[in-house]
């Protein structure tokens, strides 16, 4: 099985090669839109349908009437007729036709990686240093890079290179590929999952993951600053204002998010074999409207998304049971369903047969957990 990870890193490319990065960013766009233009005057007037082949083959002749076109890495000139090829493949899926790209719309590159053997020297055109923290990309050489301080080797190999450009800082993210060994591991550590209301992750071991602090701070932040919004003249200077400091706070928000959850699936991944979920069902995400909906919403389906594929990478069982399943209202000691529990603001609860009190997060992850076991009983044979 094929793996796909990409590594993002921090770029210090020196003034000359910040110029070039520039001047790539600038004729990529001129491409894109150059050839959008150009599908647009064909199929107006002939009812014919430009193909990537044709446009490719239409390189050579632009860069001869503009030269400055050659001084770039013409791999980022291709990608980018694949880009704008992509770009139309989606308008007939979701009718969002291709858009003339500015500075804003359009800031990346991307370059494929090549690899030559020339008299017995082999020529890559992208290299990743990562004991020395470079990268050397086509027409670039050697730059400085930042990130992942604690990776001295990278497994796989190298598909393609985006180069992007946010304000005056520049990234780099590098495409692996890496062949994964399919080892099927009988599972012997199995967990099942509770997404909660109050607690991220609730494990049926008892363990409990909150939102951290920071992040119920920067919530908070916001719904102060749209109450703020709603009292401001709409379009004003001050409107503005505050509809970009919430549009930082909501990018700081992410971040942390993302970075809690990682450190979540990390270590839930490797620590368990076979790891259970329920399937996302909106009648949760609607009990957790203490919340933002927005907020909550992308969390759960990040965390599930996260377990998936770090289960796939480590090659362990990642199993998710049906919506319908009524993880909160069987007893985890007696089987009992006990339908009149739909108050999901307790945090505890007596059952009504065996009288056992069951702590409704922790519960339900047992139950979800034998649920999952139940379906998944040939694993272990
Ligand atoms: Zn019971």
Redesign the pocket.
Known sequence: MKIYKTYKFRLYPNKIQQELINKTLGCTRFIYNTMLYEKEKLYKQNKITKTKKDCIKELPLLKQTYPWLTEIDSMALSTTIFDLEEAFKNFYRTKHYPKYKDKYSKNSYRTNYIKNNYKNKIYENIKLDMTNKTITLPKLKNMKIRGYRKTKEIKGRIINATISKKINRYYVSVLYEEDLEEKNIIPTKVVGIDLGVKDLVITSFGEKYENKKYITKYEKRIKNLQKWLSKKVKGSKNYYKVKNKIKETYKKLKNARIYTIHKITKKIVNENDLIITEKLQTKKLIERKEMSKYISDASLSEIIRQLEYKSKWKNKHFYQIDTYYPSSQI?S????KNEEIKDLSKRNWT?S????E?DRDINAAINIMWEGLINNTKLFT
């Open positions: 007893c000691h007696c089987n009992t059952c047969k065996c009288k056992n069951n």
